[in-house]
């Protein structure tokens, strides 16, 4: 099953991917993460990207739609995969969908999560991050995840914050992309929604984020079945 999922940083869009991940057994493609993991061990591709992310920018398409695609060609990925945060424009959608076709390779699922920006905007800003492990989830603002004190709720880690997170200049040019329906990622999410129409292989799901990350869970498990 090849899954993309779409929904605004701060729609809990990570955590559900990591859920999905483990449900499904598939490799979690999340283009951010494999930024900042090229930035960590000091790689060429990290120095490159790491001036654009810390001001909140795309990074251009350049480096970014040859790194995704060839992630996707990795033996991993040959049992299906969950590509998280690309594309994150109309040019890296055709680019996309392009690749797709001409490696004989379909979308099965898309996956928007909708979110007001101004909640998307708060739950960003308390996002805490486990050393541990990057996919237990915490958040200062949300009850249902909130740290144990200023531990990680599930297995009692140091928690950081990612500098982004804590940037409100730069939330507001990454939702600003978000939010782009015009040219941004809501632009490159309705050219799938388009597609779907007219191709009955593809399904376009729509899910409410204000609902908690077990509703929104339950939600897409029982959409996409066993
Ligand atoms: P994320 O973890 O998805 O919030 O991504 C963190 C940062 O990585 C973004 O703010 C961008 O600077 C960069 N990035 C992630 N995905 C892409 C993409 N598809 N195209 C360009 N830049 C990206």
Sequence with gaps: MNILFFGPNGSGKGTQGAILKEKYNLPHVESGAIFRENIKG????????KSYIDKGELVPDGITIPMILDRLKEDDCKK???LDGFPRNKNQAI???E????????????VEIELDREIAKNRIMGRRLCVNNNNHPNNIFIDAIKPNGDKCRVCGGDLQTRSDDQDEEAINKRHGI???AET???????????IAKNDPSMKYLNLDGKNSVTEVA????SKLGN
Excluded: C, R, S
Aim: hydrophobic content about 45%; proline content about 0%; aromatic content about 14%.
């Design 42 to 49: 000091g790689t060429e591709l990290g120095m490159q990207a």
């Design 178 to 180: 978000y939010y782009d």
């Design 80 to 82: 299906g995969w969950l």
């Design 99 to 110: 690749a797709l076709k001409e490696a004989n390779m379909t979308l099965d699922i898309v």
């Design 184 to 194: 941004g990622t809501l632009a490159a999410a309705y050219y799938f929604k388009d």
């Design 95 to 97: 680019q996309l969908h």
């Design 218 to 221: 339950d939600e897409l498990v």
